[in-house]
């Protein structure tokens, strides 16, 4: 059974770093793109990026490059979404996701069909 | 990037009703690579249908999707109880992928 384990929530104050995780089991992690969604509170979903873990190939949204890194350590299936310096709108829910049954005409595209529980990151001094 | 508009923002229903949502695209979606996600409150959206009318592993048949090009719809044929919750669109055929803002399905 396809699983994605999200670390904990975190509160954190502006200007900290952060890097929270995703932990995939039951499928070969290294074959499947891995996708960050923020969701703001009581706001909608934001498509941030993608990563691929086999051989690290990363897509962001405009919106997010910059800001944001998303990286994977295969050797323990598991993804990361990482701030260096954490903004008060940095405050949200995040959740990892893959597209695992679908895919795109491009790399990196697919419908999320397994979603992370979400990661809730609070941000303030 | 596609910007998807979902209309109504708010849709006010009862049980046993027809439920039809919008998403419109700002520009083509490439292949209908268009999805359909439910989200209830406090847990993770689950994907709904995929490829503008696929209906994915699980989703009872009273959800269905139609559309091509810009213009896309969800439509709930009989609304159960469990059916109210916001919904929300998204486009994967082009880079960026990108969501709707949502609409929410509340009861009347």
Do not use: H, N
């Amino acid at each position: 059974e396809v699983q994605l384990v999200q670390s904990g929530a975190e509160v954190k104050k502006p200007g900290e770093s952060l890097k929270i995780s995703c932990k995939g089991s039951g499928y070969s992690f290294t074959s499947y793109w891995i996708g960050w969604v923020r969701q703001m509170p009581g706001k909608g979903l934001e498509w941030m990026g993608i990563i691929y873990p086999g051989d690290s190939d990363t897509r962001y949204s405009p919106s997010f490059q910059g800001q944001v890194t998303i990286s994977a350590d295969k050797s323990i299936s598991t993804a990361y979404l990482q701030w260096s310096s954490l903004k008060a709108s940095d405050t949200a829910m995040y959740y990892c996701a893959t597209p695992f049954s679908y895919s795109s005409s491009w790399r990196g595209g697919g419908p999320f069909d397994y979603w992370g529980q979400g990661t809730l990151v609070t941000v303030s001094s | 990037e596609i910007v998807l508009t979902q209309s109504p923002g708010t849709l006010s229903l009862s049980p046993g009703e027809r439920a039809t949502l919008s998403c419109r695209a700002s520009q083509s979606v490439s292949s209908s690579y268009l999805a359909w996600y439910q989200q209830k409150p406090g847990q993770a959206p689950r994907l709904l249908i995929y490829g503008a009318s696929s209906r994915a592993t699980g989703i009872p048949d009273r959800f269905s999707g139609s559309g091509s090009g810009t213009d896309f719809t969800l439509t709930i044929s009989r609304l159960e109880p469990e059916d109210f919750a916001v919904y929300y669109c998204q486009q994967y055929g082009s880079s960026p992928s990108t969501f709707g803002q949502g609409t929410k399905l509340e009861i009347k």
